[in-house]
């Protein structure tokens, strides 16, 4: 099979379940970002060696593989599928992680800038990036139906990703710069 289908050629993508859209819909966006988030993900485990990060971080890949997936499908055909569905379970996972870092990490009384370690400086901008598909995803919400469990994941993973930068700062004894 080849990788171009020339379907997209005037500016239209399938969705889940053959609707096509715009490539510019908010929904492309949305799970674009989501898509953007993982692989700014994907960078930081290919800029670390900390086995502390890798297996964690893999299975966010996967939650957002799921998440991606689910934003795509306008039927919602795939909240039927477990493999492609955002449960409580993994956002109550999302703050254990962030739970068990944060309590060894000197208490917040400024803002953090992003930097130190360069895999800190990695998790501050895939931090980043996760906010961006955090707010796409609620600006799809004002027009479509979205899974609510959608924007919880994605506001939990960004302090996730605050919280590992941080850590990892930590464990390095590098200063983290405030403001």
């Given at each position: ?13 399938g ?14 966006a ?41 934003l ?44 130190g ?10 931090r ?25 994941y ?14 990892e700062?930590?464990?390095?004894r590098?200063r983290?710069?405030?403001?």
């Amino acid at each position: 099979m080849k990788i171009y289908t020339r379907t997209g050629d005037e500016g239209r993508t399938g969705l889940l379940g053959g609707t096509r859209v715009p490539k510019d819909h908010l929904r492309v966006a949305a799970y674009g970002d989501v898509d953007e988030t993982n692989a700014a993900i994907g960078i930081v485990l290919a800029h670390t060696e900390a086995a502390r990060l890798g297996k964690l971080l893999r299975q966010v890949q996967a939650d957002l593989f799921a998440l991606g997936a689910e934003l795509a499908d306008v039927r919602r055909a795939r909240r039927q599928q477990a493999k492609a569905a955002v449960t409580p379970a993994m956002i109550e996972r999302l703050e254990n992680e962030i739970d068990v870092r944060d309590e060894a990490l000197p208490p917040l009384r400024a803002f953090v800038l992003p930097g130190g370690a360069r895999t800190a400086a990695f998790l501050h901008h895939a931090r980043t990036v996760c906010r961006r598909a955090e707010r796409s995803v609620v600006a799809l919400a004002r027009s479509s139906r979205v899974e609510p469990l959608t924007i919880v994941y994605l506001n939990r993973l960004s302090d996730l990703l605050f919280v590992l930068a941080r850590y990892e700062n930590h464990l390095l004894r590098r200063r983290e710069r405030t403001w």
